[in-house]
């Protein structure tokens, strides 16, 4: 077993640091919002720190999941950072979503204090974070990630390295490229199904068992029918996510048209107040059409 710690206990952090405790790992826990990890700590021990220094001061490991470019650069940097209280030798894990810019400046800054530094972002949602069947895909050093693997498996299905500094977080975009079409598509379908007056859930009882079958469909559907969006990855952070795609396709050279109309349906969601509603959600704005 080792000694991790766990930055950032948010709807993912939060059960994803409990596995890593229920598996015997000894772990500290730091969020921004102490009470937070004060309440993480009486429901399933381990310690708490007032900072991610602090925190990281004789961990093994150190495992991050927080906002966005700046948050993780907050609680990576500075006299109050993790990189000034890891020690040579240990590995820093990043599961939030951010560009691979910040990646990989991340990770150079790492190697200059003899810390490795993997980017592994995650994809299953809350739910998968609570049962501990997360996707996760990682770039960095194989040695690092060889390390690392073992640690993640406490609340991973699956986890694998992709390549180099900021494989994983260009693979979490293809995931989330992926995720906004099918969205749409089965926003429409719904949607679509409704304008004929047919039972929605009998059509999905019948089409999920052929092509048009998948994960959003088989676990949002029967939400979507309910009108109910407090399920699931908030459209707020879709946008972030989808921002970092789009801004990533055009450096790279990569068309992504679709993915460009579908960030423009989430601002219009958005817009009906709808940003801390699930990704789902994108059937609303239909249903607000008319």
């Given at each position: 077993m080792a000694k991790v710690t766990f930055l950032g206990l948010g709807v993912m952090g939060y059960p994803m640091a409990g596995h890593l405790q229920a598996k015997g790992h000894e772990v500290t826990v730091y969020n921004r919002t102490p009470a937070k990890a004060d309440a993480w700590v009486a429901e399933?021990?381990?310690a708490s720190a007032p900072t991610p220094a602090a925190a990281a001061q004789g961990a093994e490991f150190v495992m991050s999941c927080v906002g966005n470019d700046d948050d993780l650069r907050s609680v990576c940097l500075g006299d109050d950072g993790a990189f000034s209280g890891m020690e040579s030798g240990s590995v820093f894990v990043d599961h939030t979503t951010v560009s691979a810019a910040v990646t990989r400046e991340l990770h150079a800054t790492a190697d200059t204090r003899q810390v490795s530094f993997v980017d592994a972002p995650i994809s299953g949602g809350q739910a998968g974070a609570q049962n501990g069947v997360l996707s996760v895909m990682c770039g960095g050093e194989q040695g690092a990630y060889d390390?690392?693997?073992p640690i993640i498996a406490a609340y991973a299905?699956?986890?694998?390295?992709?390549?180099?500094?900021?494989?994983?977080?260009?693979?979490?975009?293809?995931?989330?490229?992926?995720?906004?079409?099918l969205v749409q598509g089965l926003s429409e379908a719904l949607h679509f199904a409704e304008k004929a007056g047919l039972d929605g859930r009998d059509v999905v009882e019948v089409i999920s068992q052929g092509a048009a079958g998948s994960w959003q469909m088989a676990n949002r559907y029967e939400t979507m029918l309910d009108d109910h969006f407090d399920h699931g990855f908030a459209v707020d952070w879709m946008r972030k996510d989808?921002?970092?795609?789009?801004?990533?396709?055009?450096?790279i050279g990569a068309s992504l048209p679709v993915?460009?109309?579908v960030d423009q349906f989430y601002k219009d969601v958005q817009k009906l107040g709808g940003?801390?509603?699930?990704?789902?959600?994108?059937i609303k704005r239909l249903r607000a059409m008319g």
């Open positions: 399933h021990g381990g390390r690392a693997e299905r699956i986890c694998r390295r992709i390549g180099d500094s900021g494989a994983g977080q260009m693979t979490k975009m293809c995931n989330q490229i992926a995720i906004a079409g989808l921002g970092i795609c789009l801004d990533t396709g055009d450096e993915t460009a109309l940003g801390r509603w699930d990704t789902s959600a994108l």
